[in-house]
């Protein structure tokens, strides 16, 4: 048997004073959620950094390790789409 230990964020901040407490890269006010955004919507990581010149490499690293580990842990029931007849 393997032992896995926690995951642990080091550039990922949560403060109620920073975005209304969502989740930040390095207690900055840039939301995670808007990272992950700009990936899914098809931004290599390249163009996040050339635009974002303050984020480093690291910061999109653990942005994807974060979205991976809620990922793991939330659980939703999907129901097929209702079409119009």
Do not use: Q, W
């Amino acid at each position: 048997m393997r032992y896995v230990s926690p995951m642990t964020f080091s550039r990922i901040t949560i403060d109620p004073a920073v975005c209304t407490g969502k989740p930040c890269i390095r207690g900055m006010r840039f939301p995670v959620a808007r990272l992950l955004g700009l990936l899914a919507a098809g931004e290599t990581r390249e163009s996040v950094l050339n635009d974002y010149p303050y984020l480093e490499r690291e910061d999109i690293d653990e942005a994807l390790r974060y979205a991976a580990f809620l990922a793991e842990d939330e659980s939703v029931e999907l129901h097929p789409a209702v079409t119009a007849k």
